[in-house]
């Protein structure tokens, strides 16, 4: 089983950063890909950014510029930098794995952004 952790979360000003991680533990599989989703208030889950086992990114529109994805193998954890935060970024971030054998979610993390 795959477990995964987020944590960095928290609340932030309008143009602040954050850094979201996400440790992966277990039995990690034939890794296909990592990523970042979030959830923000009365809003479905939608894809933030993507991380394939080869190390390609990939990034939504509205985060592209200001976030960037990455990947530490030697300690299994990924991570989301986020700078130029606006209020519209308010969300729980979610962790996201998948492998040959599944799919994969973190509990969540909480982002504010506000003045």
């Known amino acids: 089983q795959v477990q995964l952790v987020e944590s960095g979360g928290g609340v932030v000003q309008p143009g602040g950063s954050l850094r979201l991680s996400c440790a992966a533990s277990g039995s990690i599989f034939g890794l296909v890909a990592m990523g970042w989703y979030r959830q923000g208030p009365g809003k479905e889950r939608e894809l933030v950014a993507h991380?394939?086992?080869?190390?390609?990114?990939i990034y939504v529109d509205f985060v592209k510029g200001r976030f960037t994805i990455s990947r530490d193998n030697a300690k299994n954890t990924m991570y989301l930098q986020m700078n130029s935060l606006k209020p519209e970024d308010t969300a729980v971030y979610y962790c996201n794995l998948r492998t040959v054998l599944g799919t994969y979610w973190g509990q969540g993390t909480q982002v504010t952004v506000s003045s």
């Open positions: 991380i394939s086992s080869g190390g390609s990114t």
